[in-house]
């Protein structure tokens, strides 16, 4: 139970400032509604930042990922991660779980292949498909990729230990080769 309420802490924050923005100064809703709706100006700029080079990038990566991996990753994720550690402690969700775990424990080779894969697909120095690729094919990117990556990942931890940057990551760590095979 406890963890279904913090899973749900994210949603209900989102739910309770939905409600209350009729009882906020008009000033305070402007100013909420320019992230929610900007400038045409402002979407031109990061569309052509976006589909630029990897420096043109950089003037809106920064701030954003600064914004993102603070506020929004404590509200949203910290309660997310912790209400689902907590349900997974009270119920069995291993024939769930066990692909999850492969991923995990390749996560630091799954990162770098999903950046690689999506900076191709989706920025300038690739295909560009950045501010072109409608909202509901992005989606089908991602879940595609996650799909081949669950696959991948518990395929490959069958036969190695460790996915292979996890093993360079080790072996340079401990300054020996790793064991690599199962």
């Known amino acids: 139970m406890i963890g279904i309420i913090a899973f749900s802490i994210p949603s209900l924050i989102y739910l309770f400032f939905g409600w209350s923005m009729k009882y906020w100064p008009q000033e305070a809703v402007d100013n909420s509604m320019v992230s929610w709706f900007p400038a045409q100006n402002l979407i031109d700029q990061e ?32 309660w997310r991660a912790a209400g689902l550690m907590l349900i997974s402690k009270s119920v069995s969700f291993e024939k769930i779980t066990r692909p999850l775990a492969a991923v995990g424990r390749t996560a630091l080779t799954n990162y770098l292949a999903q950046t690689i894969i999506c900076t191709l697909i989706f920025y300038g120095h690739g295909l560009g498909l950045f501010a072109r690729a409608e909202r509901k094919e992005q989606v089908l990117f991602i879940i595609g990729i996650w799909l081949v990556q669950l696959i991948i990942s518990t395929a490959w931890l069958r036969w190695f230990r460790f996915g292979p940057v996890e093993w360079i990551w080790r072996s340079l760590t401990y300054f020996k080769i790793q064991p690599f095979r199962n």
């Open 47 to 78: 569309i052509a930042a976006y589909q630029g080079s990897w420096m043109d990038q950089m003037s809106h990566r920064i701030p954003a990922a600064i914004f993102l991996q603070t506020f929004i990753f404590l509200m949203w994720h910290g």
